[in-house]
């Protein structure tokens, strides 16, 4: 008995060997037959084998399981390989039948037909007595609408159908894909239930989950565009009842949500309850988040339609006094620029919807609302509305108070568009240190103040055009403190109005001082100009030495590390060779050590190390005096060039005019040691000594500065007395007396007398 047991068993394992080798295509028609009962449609198979080891049943190849005719023309499913047992009925009776169907490599179309019902529930109205259980493993599982094929699809798709008496029992588990999108990396959906028949429309008892997957591919199922929001979603619901009245319960949790452009920041996550309906043959779908506490902060309902068509969906969400330091996570997470010390507090309320005809829009309303940034004290406001429409938020003008200080702030802000903020602040009167509070420290102007008052208005807008943004605006400055590059201490502005025009900036009725010198004026900031810095200033009274003070980081580069920097192989600073200005400048009273100088006007052109004073118009101690300065700073210590006259200068009872150019260089006395001119000079009614009048006198001249003194030499003369005219020339003698060496009628004369006056008297 024994050896005839193991002789039947060694027969099995050959037949089963054996049998995918045998002739199995007479049977052919008989299993298309049996399918066809099973299935409840046509079915054409390719190749068959027989299958014994797994049980006795067939391998077909190349299955093409059509459509029922209410669904269309297409053919239901494409198999690559079908794996068909037989039910052990068949063994006894002359009717094929099949107990299960395992399918690979297959693509099946799932059609919801013009009428409502999906091809699915006409595979399922037969009797399920007659219907095989079937599995599907890393299949592909297609959505048509009539004729139409969505872009949706489930791809590695596994099925599980196991029929009974009264009902039908399935798994499903597939990952959801579009055929518009490349490279796609959604998680899987799992579909666990049963449909039960219940004399009318089927019953399903379903659970579905949705494991981990990134939020950018959900929405990009959604919409191919995305949002550009990353970070990890998960769900699970619990799904009930008719098809076209499906009862909908479930948990949603959402981690680790940030841009596009940002990594991940870990944190807690949201966990949302949510409810509603879903209608397979009406495709759509209702939701709405649950919670126990009965004054929730949130609820968001959803709305979507056309489910696997062409999607279209809205979402509310409805606030109601949600605590505003929520929010603040929520935009920081989102946005990653807002620095974790920065806190807030009160309440917001409102309402917001999305949808993807009209985008974001809704309105938000904030009380009793305090934000606290760093180093910083907290900007508070009582209420502030904001109204969101067409992807933009704007904010209604809302009154920001910080301490005893305040100011009105209103604005819009277009996401997700380059340069999309729009911004204007108003104040009667705000410091410079808490407008910084206000981040808004980048105001033209008020960016280089450190100290002082701020009155007016000022608005920031940037565009697609413009993304780096500009500022325009109406204000004045009182009592401020502006750093200059290259003056030794800050200008003190007591007053000036400012006006801004993007990137242009004028400023009038300027009252200000620089050290010791106040002085009243107008600027004009021109970038695209030759001469970007254009300006007037007219200065009361000033004094050279403390010129040269303010000065000192232009004027006098000998000494610490600028002056090595100049020196050696390092180049000037960009600020000092960039500087491009143009302006008049006036100075009433100017004293130069026991000179008096004014300076009716002048023209300055500043073009990096050449300073240029044009068209000089003035006096010294009321000697008119006109001509061009040129200020070389290219140096350690600067030099000075002057070309241009002195009139009338009072000498010996007559008048001098001078025409010609004087050079120097260095600071303070050195500039008069190193003094050296040259020119013409001319004379009228000079009484030389007691016993000598020049009726007129011409001639060269050159002055240098010796240690006794001014010296003069002079050349070419020609000198009218009574009516000779005598040539010849002179020069200052090692006592300061100034000698005369004249040629006339043939004799030699000498005259002796005082030097020519040092400075103009």
């Not at 047992?85 to 799932?110: P, Q, V, Y």
């Not at 981040?439 to 007016?456: E, F, H, N, Y």
Request: glycine content about 10%.
């Amino acid at each position: 008995m024994k050896r005839l047991i193991i002789v039947a068993l060694l027969v099995v394992i050959a037949l089963g060997i054996a049998a995918p080798y045998l002739e199995a295509d007479r049977f052919r028609p008989g299993i298309e037959r049996a399918l066809e009962r099973g299935l409840g449609r046509k079915v054409e198979v390719g190749a068959v084998h027989f299958k014994l080891l797994t049980g006795p049943g067939f391998t077909l190849d190349n299955v093409v399981i059509h459509e029922d005719a209410r669904a269309g023309i297409e053919p239901f499913a494409y198999v690559g390989t079908l794996d068909a047992r037989m039910a052990l009925k068949t063994l006894f009776s002359r009717k094929l039948a099949f107990s299960s169907l395992h399918i690979n490599d297959a693509s099946i179309n799932l059609v919801k037909t013009a009428d409502g019902p999906w091809n699915l529930q006409f595979l399922a109205r037969g009797d399920p007595s007659t219907m095989p259980s079937i599995k599907m493993r890393g299949g592909r599982v297609n959505f048509k609408f009539g004729d139409s094929k969505s872009v949706f699809y489930f791809n590695d798709a596994d099925l599980d159908v196991a029929p009974d008496a009264d009902s039908v029992g399935f798994r499903f588990s597939g990952a959801p894909s579009r055929t518009d999108l490349s490279a796609q990396n959604f998680g899987h959906f799992f579909v666990r239930g049963v449909s039960r028949n219940a004399g009318g429309e089927p019953r399903l008892e379903l659970k579905i989950e949705l494991e981990r997957s990134p939020i950018d591919e959900i929405t990009r199922v959604l919409d191919r565009r995305g949002f550009g929001v990353h970070g990890i979603v998960a769900l699970e619901a619990q799904v009930s009842g008719p098809p076209s009245k499906l009862e909908v319960t479930g948990q949603l949790r959402i981690d680790d949500v940030h841009r596009w452009d940002l990594l991940p920041q870990r944190g807690g996550g949201w966990r949302f309850g949510y409810a509603g309906m879903l209608d397979l043959r009406g495709e759509t779908l209702e939701l709405h988040t649950t919670t126990d506490a009965p004054n929730a902060p949130l609820e968001v309902r959803l709305h979507a339609r056309e489910l696997l068509s062409a999607p279209q969906w809205d979402v509310d969400a409805q606030l109601k006094q949600m605590p505003v330091a929520t929010a603040l996570e929520v935009v920081r997470h989102m946005s990653g620029t807002l620095p974790e010390q920065l806190a807030a507090t009160g309440s917001m309320s409102g309402a917001v919807r999305y949808s993807a005809a009209d985008g974001l829009t809704g309105k938000l309303e904030l009380d009793d609302a305090s934000v606290t940034l760093p180093e910083a004290d907290p900007l508070r406001t009582t209420h502030a509305v904001a109204a969101i429409e067409a992807d933009a938020i704007s904010l209604d003008r809302t009154t920001v108070s910080l301490g005893e200080e305040s100011a009105e702030i209103e604005g819009s802000y277009v996401f997700g568009k380059p340069g999309g903020l729009d911004l204007k602040i108003v104040t009667r009167g705000l410091s410079v240190e808490a407008l910084q509070s206000f981040r808004l420290a980048a105001i033209p102007m008020v960016d280089r103040t450190s100290q002082g008052k701020w009155r007016g208005w000022a608005r920031y807008r940037a565009s697609e055009e413009t993304a780096a943004g500009e500022w325009s605006g109406e204000y004045e400055l009182q009592n401020a403190s502006i750093a200059i590059e290259g003056l030794a201490e800050p200008l003190r502005v007591q007053s000036a109005a400012v006006s801004l025009h993007g990137a242009r900036v004028s400023v009038t009725k300027l009252r200000a001082q620089a050290g010791q010198i106040p002085f009243t004026g107008e600027y004009r900031w021109e970038p695209a100009a030759t001469w970007p810095h254009k300006f007037k200033l007219d200065i009361a009274q000033a004094d050279s030495a403390e010129f040269e003070r303010l000065w000192a980081p232009v004027l006098d580069r000998s000494r610490g590390f600028f002056a090595r920097a100049l020196l050696g192989s390092a180049p000037l600073p960009a600020w000092f060779k960039t500087r491009r200005a143009d302006g008049v400048v006036s100075v009433t009273a100017l004293t130069i050590g026991d000179t008096a100088v004014a300076i009716q006007s002048a023209r300055v052109l500043w073009d990096g190390s050449l300073v240029r004073l044009v068209g000089v118009k003035g006096s010294v101690n009321d000697v008119p005096l006109m001509g061009n300065l040129e200020l070389d700073l290219s140096k350690s210590a600067p030099r000075y060039r002057f070309t241009g006259k002195l009139e009338e200068l009072a000498y010996k009872g007559g008048k001098l005019d001078f025409d010609g150019w004087l050079e120097t260089e260095g600071n303070g006395a050195d500039l008069v040691a190193n003094a050296h001119a040259e020119g013409r000079v001319h004379g009228r009614t000079i009484s030389f000594t007691p016993d000598a009048d020049f009726r007129a006198v011409a001639g060269c001249f050159e002055m240098s500065m010796a240690s006794g003194g001014l010296r003069w030499k002079l050349s070419g003369l020609e000198v009218k007395q009574s009516l000779d005219t005598l040539y010849g020339q002179g020069a200052t003698q090692a006592d300061g007396r100034l000698v005369l060496d004249l040629t006339g009628r043939g004799r030699q004369m000498r005259f002796t007398g005082g030097a020519v006056v040092p400075a103009p008297q």
